[in-house]
């Protein structure tokens, strides 16, 4: 069972003092030209702390980089050797982190282990901690209601907080976070009941605050029933920009590619890079033949893999409701455009 | 992990990227959220901004033409090999007879001091670029 | 940009990127929006959601032209006559901007008279576009409030250019959509800067800030500031210096980051000129085809190894900043000018970008506020900005043009330089894919944009392809008077049947030996957007 | 490091023992590890398919064209050249050192096999994962009733695996019919589609298992007629081939619905691929 506690804002950057020494800390800080995005802290000092806006990308980029080294080779006359590169954080805790991209880590956990033990996201995934925040206002493009996993994150966080004004209610909810309060007691206290009371309050507040109605169920049952119009996946087609943006901010696109690249005339690296499975390219064979229509049918894919696939497979879709690909798409062809056309009789 | 905001190389619309570097090497690009070009979205040559940087085909020494062959030299010797080359040919022939193409893909700054180069140190106003490619 | 110039007296886009997605018309004339300036595109787009109407000017069926609310098919080359017959429209249902006209503008008469002379049966005929939808264009374009006129070089990569231009430019005056915010006249610029290039004087008739090298006033000053005595003959154009055949004046060239091996017209002849001469220093990230046939390789530094600005589409003047060092031994450019420099008596001891910044803010009225400081923080500054306090110009020609009054100068169509006849049927239009960029430097070394786009592909009209038994995919030899190449046949009704279109990106189908170096006289604008050519299936 | 016992995406490096010229498109090319140990104790069922890894060239997936059985302690490899690694591949010479990983895939069910006579049609390069079945069958004779293989080729000269097809003819129970889209001066044999040798063979589609593998169209014809013969579609089996990064369920480019070819196929029969969206059906 959690239990609650809490932490006054006064001690919040005592208590990451106290936390960036035992960890590589990782947190929403907006930079100077006025973006948010996750970021190492360099110094608890300076940081420059942003609980009030949307970071701009999820923990992706962290946990399962755009890029990365998974072997070097070496290759000439005499043989070809690949030696596997593994990168090796140090125990690392992401703070700040809301409903939508712990929902993410919880699929991508499931999606680099289930099948194929994945090292490289594991190797990145060890040792991190969780530190949940709940979100008292929905951002604009948020739509995490209707995907059922926020704006209060149910499960994954390690610790948990609510912003009660001048003070966090805390509950942890792995192992890890009671480790935490158990380490610096001096932070926590015990929370009270009307303060429990006050959080159930600012969850039903921030549940009546989403601007977007988005109605995922809606288009999952139209997409079960086999009811979305083929004209839907024309237009969506029509409109993409093909460029992967989607994908590519989205928490829990996890399609990738791995490609040699030289060095030298002997040496080289293989490298593992995200892809969108929108690309033509993506299914394209090496004789030119591609089995999946560009465009319209991996346009359909994308969705159908997200709102059917998962749902038939995990229980519940693979979107977070997170709104990054509203807040991207070039053509207007993200999936709130997606479910409101599969949701037109 | 760093990210380092910059501005889009290819096309004229000149969006704001971030440019993520890990351990000396340029891994990723992503969009700025609020910037008023790119307003958090780039096109497929913005999001894969990062790819070229680190290719193998880059050059990375000076070459110099030696019996018909390109062959890596030092620095002082491409410098003053180009330098001797054009002071001759602007002694023999006259300022004139030398032509300078400057880059809509360089900077301000450079195609500044080109233009400031080819007019006060070449001595000639002929500089263009691709402005009307 | 030199019609522009002459009309407004500034060659730019009026407006910011941000304010299309206000307007209630587009017209979007010779531009593949959504391939070459995407960000312009879901603009256009976002407009259009929004209810907006946009009208898509283009003889190829683009996927803008798709989303459009009228798209005007044109025969290629026949923009002057379309424009004109819209306003002659316009005149005829009283739809223009008397005040507009009589306040800001001069030379109306002279476009009301040629107009008067425009026959809209003759239109028709030439533009291929039914006259009723030139009229509906006229109206919805007059009507509205907040209209842009976005065009790009489909408009100025034609003999006609300068003209063409112009006649947009009349157009927009004759509706009064010039002055305000959201209604405007906006070239795309196709390169990261190549508006800072012009800005920057890399041209040979203009100093920085377009100040003319053939003024006395301006060539003192600039003697001035920079202590030496200037030429006072404007140089040579870049087709100048890259067409002469090894027979011209130019025997020492210099070239910083271009490949006019594969970008320039009738590459072929580039390719003697350049062997022709006794010396070609080349600086560049990649051993291009230029660099190919240097004497001397500068490595340069890439984008992500140096500091500096960059100048867009819209005049806004950002930083690029350094985030890794020059790999290898490679230099950014400034230090190899410097270093020539040097090297040839004439030290330039810049310490930093930030400090030759400066030194443009002191000779270029344009960006006499742009310091490296201001730009470190928030999102670069639009040009003209006079100042430290200058907030920038986010649109352009409020109250007045830069020139006094808008100029009209009446256009007529102008055939192009080449046509199809017997012996070279098809007509031959150029252009960019989206997933490629210029001549592929950059943009081929990516493992994701190369797959998508690996190889030129010749767009053919199913109903030519059936005429010559080409197929889907199959290899065609594609020929005019100036050379050939070979590339796949990519069958779609993109295109008209009686024109083909490819891109330059690829070095293995150089489409530029085919095209032609006929150029606008005015801009020098080479006709990349019409030749004449044939196309023939490739035995195998 | 907890994981690095079991990087599913290490290679081990193999060496090429002989290559056969097939035609002037394919090769095969017969692999042994160069660890003794890990050659020795590589196991793999007809059907699946290896990661290749070319120096520079990154990885491709490769079906294997041969049975344990028939030639242990080597794996066969038949490639056609198609893109950059496989045309990179085919300057390979003996000696030289590539990398695979795998086995990966669903595999031919050898064992619903058994009993039954087998109807093998092949296009191409398609024959090569059924040459693996087909070796291992012959391998283990008695257990498999009559063979028929059906194998159609553009024109003669592109006929690949002929002296496998001639070593077959040899055995008994065993039946080889070859077509050709285009005839060439000397061909005396059949001349169409594949499909159209099946009104050649007399088999008993109740008795029979068919297993198909070439470009898509022929495998969309193929499995037309065989239906038509009144071959059940779970005795219809056949392989597909998409573009694979991974191999082990994770990249998704060989999505196909809601499965994924690289662990879910590449062996389908078609009772299965008529609920999918299956280009080789449409």
């Known amino acids: 069972m959690s239990s609650s506690h809490i932490l006054k804002k006064d001690h919040l950057i005592p208590l990451l003092r106290k936390l960036g020494k035992a960890y590589r800390l990782v947190a929403p800080m907006q930079n100077r030209h006025g973006d948010t995005l996750f970021a190492e802290v360099a110094s608890v000092e300076t940081m420059a702390l942003d609980l009030d806006h949307q970071p701009q990308e999820s923990l992706k980029p962290f946990l399962f980089p755009q890029q990365e080294v998974i072997a070097a080779y070496e290759a000439d006359q005499a043989g070809y050797a690949l030696h596997p590169r593994y990168a090796a954080p140090p125990p690392t805790l992401y703070f700040g982190v809301r409903s939508c991209d712990l929902a993410a880590i919880l699929y991508m956990d499931v999606i680099f282990s289930q099948r194929t033990r994945e090292?490289?996201?594991?190797?990145?995934?060890?040792?991190?901690?969780?530190?949940?925040?709940?979100?008292?206002?929905?951002?604009?493009?948020?739509?995490?209601?209707?995907?059922?996993?926020?704006?209060?994150?149910?499960?994954?966080?390690?610790?948990?907080?609510?912003?009660?004004?001048?003070?966090?209610?805390?509950?942890?909810?792995?192992?890890?976070?009671?480790?935490?309060?158990?380490?610096?007691?001096?932070?926590?206290?015990?929370?009270?009941?009307?303060?429990?009371?006050?959080?159930?309050?600012?969850?039903?507040?921030?549940?009546?605050?989403?601007?977007?109605?988005?109605?995922?169920?809606?288009?999952?049952?139209?997409?079960?029933?086999?009811?979305?119009?083929?004209?839907?996946?024309?237009?969506?087609?029509?409109r993409c920009q093909d460029c992967a943006g989607c994908a590519y901010v989205c928490p829990t696109c996890t399609c990738f590619t791995i490609v040699d690249q030289p060095r030298s005339a002997t040496s080289g690296e293989r490298l593992r890079c995200w892809d969108a499975c929108t690309f033509a390219g993506f299914t394209r064979m090496a004789g030119g033949h591609n089995p999946v229509e560009p465009k319209k049918a991996a346009i359909k894919h994308r969705f159908l893999h997200k709102l059917k696939y998962d749902v038939e497979k995990h229980g519940r879709p693979s979107c977070v409701g997170c709104g990054r690909c509203l807040d991207i798409c070039f053509g207007g062809t993200d999936i709130a455009r997606f479910v409101e056309l599969a949701s037109e009789e | 992990m760093r990210e380092v905001l910059t501005t889009c190389v290819y096309c004229g619309c000149g969006c704001g990227v971030y440019l993520r570097e890990e351990g000396g090497r340029v891994v990723g690009a992503t969009a700025s959220r609020n910037h008023p070009v790119s307003r958090g979205n780039?096109?497929?040559?913005?999001?894969?901004?990062?790819?070229?940087?680190?290719?193998?085909?880059?050059?990375?020494?000076?070459?110099l033409r030696k019996n018909g062959t390109l062959t890596p030299v030092s620095w002082d010797e491409a410098l003053d090999y180009t330098t001797a080359a054009l002071g001759r040919l602007k002694a023999d022939h006259g300022p004139d007879s030398l032509g300078v193409l400057a880059s809509a893909k360089c900077t301000n700054e450079e195609n500044y001091l080109l233009q400031k180069f080819t007019r006060a140190v070449l001595g000639t106003n002929n500089i263009d670029h691709c402005a009307r490619l | 940009m030199a019609g522009l110039a002459t009309t407004f007296g500034s060659g730019a886009m009026t407006n910011s990127i941000n304010e299309i997605e206000q307007a209630q018309v587009i017209l979007a004339v010779g531009t593949n929006t959504t391939e070459a300036h995407p960000q312009v595109a879901r603009r256009m787009l976002d407009a259009v959601d929004r209810g907006a109407k946009l009208i898509v000017i283009d003889p190829r069926r683009t996927r803008l032209a798709e989303?459009?609310?009228?798209?005007?098919?044109?025969?290629?080359?026949?923009?002057?006559?379309?424009?004109?017959?819209?306003?002659?429209?316009?005149?005829?249902?009283?739809?223009?901007?008397?005040?507009?006209?009589?306040?800001?503008?001069?030379?109306?008469?002279?476009?009301?008279?040629?107009?008067?002379?425009?026959?809209?049966?003759?239109?028709?005929?030439?533009?291929?576009?039914?006259?009723?939808?030139?009229?509906?264009?006229?109206?919805l374009y007059a009507r509205a409030q907040k209209a842009v006129i976005c065009y790009c070089l489909g408009i100025t990569q034609h003999i006609c250019g300068t003209d063409n231009v112009q006649s947009i430019a009349n157009l927009a005056m004759l509706t009064g959509h010039v002055e305000k915010e959201w209604t405007g006249v906006d070239p795309l610029r196709g390169q990261n800067n190549v508006q800072g290039a012009c800005d920057m004087g890399a041209l040979p008739s203009v100093y920085p800030s377009y100040q003319p090298v053939a003024d006395p006033t301006f060539r003192r000053k600039f003697e001035q500031a920079w202590g030496v005595t200037l030429p006072e003959q404007p140089g040579l154009t870049l087709l100048d210096m890259t067409h002469s055949g090894g027979q011209g004046a130019i025997r020492g060239m210099y070239i910083m980051g271009e490949n006019p091996m594969l970008s320039d017209p009738d590459a072929t002849k580039v390719e003697a000129t350049l062997r022709g001469l006794?010396?070609?220093?080349?600086?560049?990230?990649?051993?291009?085809?230029?660099?190919?046939?240097?004497?001397?390789?500068?490595?340069?530094?890439?984008?992500?190894?140096?500091?500096?600005?960059?100048?867009?589409?819209?005049?806004?003047?950002?930083?690029?900043?350094?985030?890794?060092?020059?790999?290898?031994?490679?230099?950014?450019?400034?230090?190899?000018?410097?270093?020539?420099?040097?090297?040839?008596?004439?030290?330039?001891?810049?310490?930093?970008?930030?400090?030759?910044?400066?030194?443009?803010?002191?000779?270029?009225?344009?960006?006499?506020?742009?310091?490296?400081?201001?730009?470190?923080?928030?999102?670069?500054?639009?040009?003209?900005?006079?100042?430290r306090e200058h907030p920038g110009t986010p649109f352009l020609h409020k109250y007045y043009f830069t020139r006094g009054k808008g100029h009209f100068v009446p256009a007529q169509p102008i055939p192009a330089s080449e046509l199809p006849d017997d012996d070279f049927p098809l007509l031959l239009n150029t252009g960019r894919v989206y997933h490629q960029y210029h001549t592929g430097t950059m943009s081929r070394q990516c493992p994701t944009l190369t797959r998508e786009a690996d190889r030129a592909l010749l767009q053919l009209n199913p109903a030519d392809a059936k005429g010559l038994a080409i197929r889907q995919g199959e290899m065609v030899r594609l020929t005019s008077r100036r050379g050939s190449i070979e590339l796949a046949a990519s069958l779609t009704e993109e295109v008209t049947a009686g024109s083909v279109y490819t891109t330059f990106h690829f070095h293995e189908a150089p489409i530029n030996r085919l095209t032609t170096a006929a150029a606008d006289p005015k801009a020098k604008c080479p006709e990349y957007k019409i030749c004449a050519v044939r196309v023939e299936k490739v035995s195998p | 490091m907890p994981h690095t016992q079991s990087d599913p995406y290490l290679p081990q490096p193999a060496r090429i023992l002989r290559v056969i010229g097939e035609n002037s498109q394919i090769k095969t090319f017969v692999l042994a590890f160069t660890d003794p140990a890990v050659n020795a104790s590589f196991r793999y069922q007809p059907g699946q398919f290896l990661m290749v890894s070319v120096p520079h060239c990154g990885e491709a997936p490769i079906s294997i064209s041969s049975a344990q059985q028939a030639t242990p302690g080597e794996i066969h490899l038949s490639v056609r050249r198609a893109g950059k690694l496989t045309s990179a591949m085919h300057l390979l010479a003996e000696g030289a050192i590539i990398a695979l990983r795998g086995p990966y895939g669903r595999f031919f069910p050898m064992s619903d096999l058994c009993g039954k006579n087998l109807l093998f049609v092949g296009g191409g390069i398609g024959l090569a994962p059924l040459r693996a079945v087909i070796q291992s069958c012959l391998a283990d004779r008695g257990r498999f009733g009559a063979i028929t293989i059906l194998y159609g080729s553009r024109t003669p000269s592109d006929i690949a695996f002929r002296a496998d097809l001639a070593c077959w003819e040899q055995e008994a129970g065993v039946q080889c019919l070859l077509t050709v889209d285009t005839p060439e001066p000397g061909w005396s044999g059949a001349v169409g589609v594949v499909p159209k040798l099946l009104d050649q063979v007399a088999l008993d589609p109740a008795a029979s298992k068919a297993l198909v593998c070439g470009?898509?169209?022929?495998?969309?014809?193929?499995?037309?007629?065989?239906?038509?013969?009144?071959?059940?579609?779970?005795?219809?089996?056949?392989?597909?081939?998409?573009?694979?990064?991974?191999?082990?369920?994770?990249?998704?480019?060989?999505?196909?619905?809601?499965?994924?070819v690289c662990v879910d196929g590449p062996v389908f029969t078609k009772a299965e691929l008529n609920t999918l969206h299956v280009m080789e059906l449409a």
């Open chain 3, 67 to 139: 989303c459009a609310t009228l798209h005007l098919a044109i025969r290629p080359g026949s923009d002057i006559a379309l424009l004109n017959g819209m306003m002659r429209i316009i005149l005829d249902e009283n739809l223009h901007d008397d005040l507009f006209i009589e306040m800001r503008t001069e030379n109306f008469l002279a476009l009301r008279d040629m107009l008067y002379r425009v026959d809209l049966a003759e239109v028709e005929v030439e533009t291929g576009v039914p006259r009723d939808r030139i009229a509906s264009a006229a109206r």
């Open chain 2, 42 to 63: 780039l096109c497929v040559k913005g999001w894969h901004l990062h790819e070229f940087i680190h290719d193998p085909a880059r050059l990375t020494t000076p070459l």
């Open chain 3, 278 to 387: 006794d010396f070609l220093a080349v600086s560049d990230l990649f051993l291009t085809e230029t660099a190919q046939l240097a004497h001397v390789v500068f490595p340069a530094a890439s984008f992500a190894e140096k500091t500096g600005t960059v100048t867009n589409s819209e005049r806004r003047v950002q930083l690029i900043r350094q985030v890794i060092p020059p790999l290898g031994e490679t230099w950014p450019d400034s230090d190899t000018i410097m270093a020539l420099a040097a090297r040839l008596g004439y030290p330039m001891p810049y310490e930093s970008q930030a400090e030759v910044m400066e030194e443009i803010a002191l000779l270029t009225p344009i960006y006499s506020g742009i310091f490296h400081d201001r730009l470190e923080t928030g999102w670069g500054l639009q040009w003209p900005c006079w100042g």
């Open chain 1, 119 to 238: 090292p490289h996201y594991l190797g990145r995934r060890h040792n991190t901690v969780l530190v949940g925040l709940n979100c008292n206002a929905p951002f604009p493009n948020c739509f995490c209601d209707a995907t059922k996993n926020g704006p209060f994150s149910e499960l994954g966080a390690d610790l948990q907080l609510t912003d009660l004004g001048d003070r966090f209610l805390v509950t942890a909810g792995r192992a890890q976070g009671e480790t935490i309060v158990s380490r610096w007691p001096q932070f926590f206290s015990a929370a009270e009941e009307a303060e429990i009371k006050k959080q159930y309050q600012l969850y039903l507040e921030a549940r009546g605050g989403f601007q977007r109605q988005v109605h995922v169920d809606l288009a999952i049952r139209r997409l079960a029933e086999g009811m979305v119009d083929e004209a839907v996946w024309q237009q969506l087609s029509l």
């Open chain 4, 215 to 260: 470009p898509p169209l022929m495998i969309k014809f193929t499995l037309a007629a065989l239906s038509a013969k009144g071959f059940a579609d779970q005795d219809i089996i056949t392989t597909l081939e998409r573009h694979m990064k991974c191999g082990v369920g994770l990249c998704r480019h060989c999505h196909l619905d809601n499965k994924l």
